[in-house]
C-alpha cells in the first residue's frame, strides 16, 4: 500500500485555530519569557491531539509534525517550562494515538540545521536544534528507528561536496542516539547541491537513509532518471518503507515564480514505479491537495491502490 500524507498544517481544522504553529516574535518571548512559551506550547500539542485524531477518521497513515511546537525552544530547556509536565503527558498520549491508529509521524526541521557547515557555532546550534526534535518524538513515545523519521538537507556545499560531507559524517557523530537513529537526509533542487547519487556517500559512510525527493529530482538529476533515482534512495531505507516527497511547480498555477516553488495542488499522477511508498505531498494545500488528488486519480496508475495516507 502506498499512502499518502501532508505537512504540518491542516487547512480544514485552521479554519477553526486548532493549529500546531502558535508562536510569537522575538520581542514578545524577551518581554514574556519562557512562561509564554510553555502556554503556547501545550495548547499546540493539545492541538497535535485533535490533528491525529482528525488524520485517523479521515483515513491519513502519515503526517508530518511542525517543527513550531514549543515556540523559541532552543533557547531554553523543556524541562524549564511551568507546564512541562502535562505538554509531556499530552505529547504521551498524542504518540499514543498515533501509534494505535498505525499513524507514521515524521519531521523536517528547517534550513537553519547545517552539519556540513565549517562554521562551529552553526554546528552547535544544529544540533541543539535537532535534539528537541529527538527530544519530542521521545517524548511521543515514538521508536528511536527511521520508522519516525527526522529529515533535513545538507544545505551547502563551501566549495567541495566531499569535504562537506565529511564534516556531516563528523558531526553526525555528535548527534544524541534520539536523532542518530531517527534521521534521514533529502535531495537538493539545485544542480550545485546534493543529487541522490551525492547523497549515497553519507549512506555508505554512516548508514543513512535518503529521502527522494521528485520535484527537487528534475532540477538536479545526478545523471540518473526518475525511477533510477527513486530506486536508489528507496535501496538505502532496509526494514522500513521508504519516505518520500513530492510536489508540483507552481509555474502550473502561476506565472513569473521559480520553477522550484510548491504548486497548491497536484495535476498529474505520481509513479511510484510499482514500488510502496509513504508520499508526503509538499503542496500547498495540505490535506486538501490529497483529497483533491484522490478525487482525481484514487489509484496508481497501474492499478497500485492508495491510501488516504
Not at 44 to 60: E, P, Q, S
Not at 118 to 125: A, C, E, H, K, L
Not at 153 to 158: A, E, L, T
Not at 198 to 206: F, S, W
Amino acid at each position: 500500500m502506498t499512502n499518502l500524507g501532508y505537512c504540518c498544517i491542516n487547512m480544514t481544522l485552521r479554519k477553526d485555530k486548532i493549529t500546531t504553529n502558535r508562536s510569537m516574535i522575538k520581542r514578545t518571548f524577551l518581554k514574556e519569557g519562557v512562561d509564554r512559551s510553555s502556554e503556547l506550547a501545550l495548547e499546540n500539542a493539545r492541538d497535535l491531539v485533535k490533528i491525529i485524531k482528525w488524520n485517523h477518521t479521515n483515513g491519513f497513515k502519515l503526517f508530518r509534525m511542525s517543527s513550531d511546537l514549543v515556540p523559541w525552544a532552543s533557547e531554553f530547556q523543556l524541562s524549564d517550562m511551568k507546564d512541562y509536565e502535562k505538554f509531556a503527558n499530552v505529547l504521551k498520549g498524542a504518540g499514543a494515538l498515533a501509534k494505535s491508529y498505525g499513524q507514521r509521524i515524521t519531521s523536517h526541521p528547517g534550513p537553519f540545521n547545517v552539519l556540513v557547515s565549517p562554521n562551529d557555532r552553526v554546528v552547535d546550534n544544529t544540533i541543539r536544534d535537532l535534539s528537541i526534535h529527538g527530544e519530542h518524538f521521545d517524548l511521543m513515545g515514538l521508536e528511536r528507528s527511521h520508522q519516525n523519521p527526522i529529515n533535513i538537507h545538507c544545505n551547502g556545499v563551501y566549495g567541495d561536496k566531499k569535504s562537506a560531507m565529511d564534516r556531516f559524517i563528523k558531526n553526525f557523530k555528535r548527534l544524541p542516539e534520539s536523532v542518530q537513529s531517527r534521521l534521514v537526509v533529502e535531495n537538493d533542487d539545485k544542480a550545485s547541491m546534493y543529487s541522490v547519487k551525492d547523497l549515497m556517500y553519507l549512506h555508505e559512510h554512516i548508514g543513512i537513509p535518503i529521502t527522494f525527493d521528485y520535484h527537487h529530482h528534475k532540477f538536479n538529476t545526478g545523471g540518473l532518471t526518475e525511477q533510477e533515482a527513486l530506486e536508489l534512495a528507496m535501496s538505502t531505507w532496509g526494514d522500513y518503507k521508504p519516505l518520500v516527497h513530492y510536489s508540483e511547480s507552481r509555474q502550473l498555477e502561476e506565472e513569473g515564480v521559480k520553477a522550484q516553488a510548491h504548486s497548491d495542488y497536484i495535476y498529474s499522477e505520481i509513479n511510484t514505479y510499482g514500488h510502496s511508498l509513504d508520499i508526503e505531498v509538499e503542496a500547498k494545500m495540505k490535506e486538501l491537495t490529497v483529497l483533491d488528488y484522490l478525487s482525481k486519480f484514487g489509484k496508481h496508475p497501474k492499478g497500485h491502490s492508495m491510501g488516504k495516507a
